[in-house]
Each structure stands twice: as C-alpha cells, then as structure tokens.
C-alpha cells in the first residue's frame, strides 16, 4: 500500500510540476519568418501557411552609419533607419557588421520596427 501511495504521490506532484511550468510559458510563440515564405531574390513569397498576424516584408538598403549591440543605423538618402538585426545574427546571415558597409537588410516590419533576417553586401556603382 505505502508503494502505491508513493507511486500516486509522485504521479500528482510531477503533474503539479509540469502544470506550474505551462502556466509560465509566454502566451505565444515567437515569430520564425522561414515559417511563412521565403526571400527570392528581393521579393518576399509568402507560402499560406501563416494567418492572422502576418508581418510586412521589405528591403532596408543604406550605408552603416551607427552599430550599438543588436541595432544597426543605416543612412538611405531620404533619412536613416533603425535594424534590429537579432533575427539576422540568429540566422547567421549577416555578414560583417561595419560603420561604412553598405548593405541589404532583407526583413520585416512590426509596429514601427525592422527587424532583418538577412544583411547582404549592397552592390556597388561602377
């Protein structure tokens, strides 16, 4: 009896356990761009397998100006933008990120902010 009361003890407290640590984990999952399309060439193709809130992709194309941790001041010629390149460096597409390269940051907008999930190497004028 005493090992069936064990086996019933340990049964609802690792029930207990697991229940405690859904409760914590965040409301939801993150946002993974490879889920919902690809990047061919500069256009993003989206896939239908993403609903609701469906983010908007763009191409940021400048000059490097500030590099501050995971934010990237790019200069274009009609102001300067702000990259968030955590998803980028998460990726490891990036490259070398350096005050005077000028780049392509392939990503997407949420709210107000770009995030890049992929920096090229601008070409360059001849």
Request: with cysteine; hydrophobic share 40%; proline share 5%.
């Amino acid at each position: 009896m005493r090992i069936l009361n064990s086996l019933i003890a340990s049964a609802f407290f690792g029930l207990a356990l697991s229940r405690a640590g859904y409760a914590q984990a965040p409301p939801g999952a993150p946002y993974i761009d490879t889920t919902c399309g690809t990047w061919q060439g500069d256009t993003w193709t989206p896939n239908g397998t993403c609903a609701g809130d469906v983010k908007r992709h763009a191409v940021v194309e400048g000059t490097i100006t500030i590099v501050k941790g995971h934010l990237v001041t790019v200069q274009q010629s009609t102001g300067t933008v702000v990259v968030d390149d955590t998803p980028a460096l998460n990726n490891q597409f990036t490259g070398k990120v350096a005050v005077g390269r000028r780049i392509v940051a392939h990503g997407y907008w949420d709210a107000n902010n770009f995030y890049a999930t992929m920096i090229t190497t601008a070409a360059t004028n001849p």
